[in-house]
């Protein structure tokens, strides 16, 4: 268990916010980095609130995170960093939601629920793929670490 104070979340917080919408804001044309300057000034104004929020806050509590809950995320993170190049987005991405439905699902897994597992990834991909290839007319995300 790791016990996180507010105070440390609410700064991590802040400093994502302010580097994601610096380099939201200094990329180069307006037209490409719309969606992406909408979602770091939402963020960067929710950060603020969540600022303000903290210090109006009359009790202070600490938190306790299970990482054993958190590591098969953790690894499907990892996964996806060093295989998505290799894999592509749309295969990728349907592995981890397949695997994290799998692994966070609180009931009994059978035949059935795997079953609909892959139907609800394959319509969030479709879905995904719908949204940036007609919606956005973007390429799908690439890699930032490669």
Do not use: W
């Not at 929020?53 to 995170?65: D, L, M, R, V």
């Amino acid at each position: 268990m790791i016990e996180i104070k507010n105070l440390a979340i609410v700064i991590f917080v802040m400093i994502l916010s302010i580097l994601l919408a610096i380099a939201s804001f200094g990329a180069g044309s307006p037209e490409a980095y719309l969606f992406p300057r909408i979602i770091t000034s939402t963020m960067l104004l929710l950060s603020l609130l969540l600022l303000v929020f903290h210090f109006y806050e009359k009790n202070y509590q600490t938190e306790t995170i299970n990482i054993s809950k958190l590591s098969p995320i953790l690894i499907l993170i990892i996964f996806f960093i060093f295989t998505g190049e290799y894999l592509g987005f749309y295969f990728s991405t349907s592995i981890i939601f397949l695997t994290a439905c799998y692994f966070y699902f609180p009931q009994k897994k059978d035949v059935k629920k795997l079953l609909f597992f892959l139907l609800i990834g394959t319509c969030f991909m479709t879905t995904i793929y719908f949204l940036f290839s007609f919606l956005l007319k973007v390429q799908v995300p690439r890699f930032f670490l490669f």
